[in-house]
């Protein structure tokens, strides 16, 4: 008996699996996608997370080495990341924060002696009291003080501030056309403080913004009691210097902002003698004690760093707090006035 086996050549199930296999492929894919995503995602989350606890690891430095400086601690600059907190130094296990040691900060750098005074977000018409006394008593010969444009004013000239040395324009045009705030310097030696030498010494200077200027240099010989003299302005910033006339070993300076506010100001001496332009604060070499100090920390948590540097006052702690007002109240303050044209006394108003 003989068999005939046909073989069909039906094909219509094969579409199906190369079908099945092509949606699996896409499908796989797309999860894979998502699943990366999703671990992105979490990775993000995960290192924010962590950077934000090296940045409250490396305040926590701040705050340590702060408290360290003004209980008498931390006298002398630190340049070694780790001699404060090991070795018996004054933040020896306060460095770590975490009970397995993840959150710690890494790196504390102390300089209680910068090389400038900085300051920042002046408003209008504020006022501040600093001290410049040169570490080792040196005299001072040239002060120098630079200033940036309130961040709310959106142009950078300075052209428009002055029609001529001394001519301010009124606060309208003033806020319409310069960017710049006039600063106003009251500078007081204080090697020797009694009431003839604060009458006969203190000395006023208005620095007046200015793109023509190409020194800012005046001498403090002629400020008493005020002089004005033009500042040395760029789309950056202004600068003007006192360059001559000084020469005491310790100085009071009230710095006043005027018309506008100042985001960024910087004030450092110079010992030596002759300053001949107008330099920048960044270039000083001359160490300022009782003022300010600098601390620069590192935080870390896992593998995440962040760094932190401040610059924390140091009026108050070595020093009694410098007031910017001879007399302040926080209620009404009555005012008579005698006054005596020809010699004749005549007295107005009449106080409780």
Known sequence: MVTNTRLSNNQQGMAAIIVT????????????????VTRHNQREALDRQLSTQAYYAAETGINDAYAAILAGNITN????????TTGGGPLTGKDTLSPDGSVKYTCVLVDPTPTSIGLSNLSAGSATTEPLIPVGGTAVNSITVTWTKDP?????????????????????????????ALVQLDVVPADTISQASLISSQQTFYFQPSNTSTSGLVSAVSA????????????????????????????????????????????????????????????????????????????????QLRRVQ???????????????????????????????????????????
């Not at 428009?160 to 960017?179: E, H, Q, R």
């Not at 332009?277 to 004690?289: I, M, V």
């Not at 005596?340 to 409780?352: A, E, F, L």
């Open 21 to 36: 296999m092509v949606l699996t492929i896409v499908i796989t894919l797309i999860v894979l996608g998502f699943a990366q």
């Open 310 to 352: 401040v610059r924390v006052p140091l009026t108050g702690v070595n020093q009694s707090n410098i007031p910017s007002n001879a007399l302040e109240s926080t209620g009404s303050i009555c005012k008579l006035l005698t006054v005596g044209p020809n010699g004749v006394p005549y007295t107005t108003g009449n106080c409780p």
């Open 152 to 180: 709310g004013i959106t142009f950078n000239s300075a052209s428009y501030c002055t029609s001529g040395i001394g001519n301010f324009l009124s606060k309208t045009s003033w806020d319409a056309n310069c960017a710049y």
């Open 77 to 84: 600059a630190n340049t070694q990341c780790n001699n404060l």
């Open 224 to 303: 008493h009691p005020a002089t004005i003299t033009l500042a040395n302005c760029s789309a950056v910033s202004c600068s003007a210097s006192i360059n001559s006339g000084l020469g005491a070993g310790k100085y009071y300076v009230r710095i006043h902002s005027l018309y506008e506010g100042i985001s960024d100001l910087a004030m450092c001496v110079n010992v030596a003698v002759g300053a001949t332009s107008s330099p920048n604060c960044n270039s000083a070499t001359t160490k300022l004690s009782g003022a300010q100090a600098m601390i620069d920390v590192t935080g870390r948590d896992q593998d």
